[in-house]
């Protein structure tokens, strides 16, 4: 079963604007990532956040978490047509290395 | 160095039938797991292997699937009596150590097709 939920579960924007993705989780967990995964394959990691953390950036990403919302958010800024893909949150749950992924964000960038 | 291999990328096969999927992780990496992806979700657990022993197979859905990994890196992803509920992308990720926290690499996947 999947821990999280996404939202929304996908989004259309146009090339430079900003996008956020919501990830809402239900367990305790030591850390949250992000992936981005193109035509359904393999999936690219592109932040942690650990469960002290409250915010990072990375370029043109930021990730925040909300610990006792249990949800993280990722804000892409500026954004490219290459930005086009699927998000997922992943949490591991504390005690296990396993990830439990939500459903994803489907998000198309427009020209 | 190279990424995490996986092969077949596809695997077309009837109902009933036995498949192996294979993944090679990236090299010295210690920790190996399986997910699942069906048709617009996200990833789902199957297993995870710390060397040649499965630490967690909780996420196995029956006893149809099992998994190998003899030497500590090579795996083998084994499922007996293919059904049509098991199409699927198959993924397959490494990390180094297996410590909580660390990034899970992945690789392409098998996209699994059951006919």
């Known amino acids: 079963s999947q821990q999280g939920e996404e939202d929304p579960q996908a989004l259309s924007i146009q090339e430079g604007e900003n996008a956020t993705m919501n990830c809402s989780y239900k367990t305790s967990i030591n850390n949250l990532q992000w992936y981005r995964q193109n035509s359904g394959r393999g999936l690219v990691h592109l932040n942690l956040i650990r469960s002290n953390e409250r915010e990072k950036h990375s370029g043109r990403l930021r990730v925040t978490l909300d610990t006792s919302k249990k949800s993280s958010s990722l804000l892409i800024t500026a954004s490219r047509a290459a930005d086009t893909a699927s998000y997922f949150c992943?949490?591991?749950?504390?005690?296990?290395?396993?990830?439990?992924f939500g459903q994803g964000t489907r998000l198309t960038i427009n020209p | 160095g190279a990424g995490v291999s996986q092969t077949p990328s596809n695997k077309v096969t009837e109902k009933g039938k036995y498949v192996e999927l294979r993944c090679d992780p990236i090299?010295?990496?210690?920790?190996l797991y399986w997910y699942r992806q069906s048709l617009g979700q996200g990833p789902e657990f199957l297993i995870y292997?710390?060397?040649?022993?499965?630490?967690?197979d909780s996420g196995l859905p029956n006893d149809r699937f099992f998994a190998v990994r003899p030497e500590g890196s090579v795996s083998t992803l084994k499922i007996q009596r293919t059904e049509r509920g098991d199409s699927a992308v198959y993924l397959c990720a490494s990390s180094r150590a297996g410590r909580t926290g660390e990034t899970q690499y992945f690789g392409p996947g098998t996209r699994l097709l059951v006919l």
């Open positions: 992943a949490t591991d749950p504390q005690g296990a290395q396993k990830l439990v």
């Open positions: 292997f710390q060397g040649t022993g499965a630490a967690d």
């Open positions: 090299s010295g990496h210690t920790a």
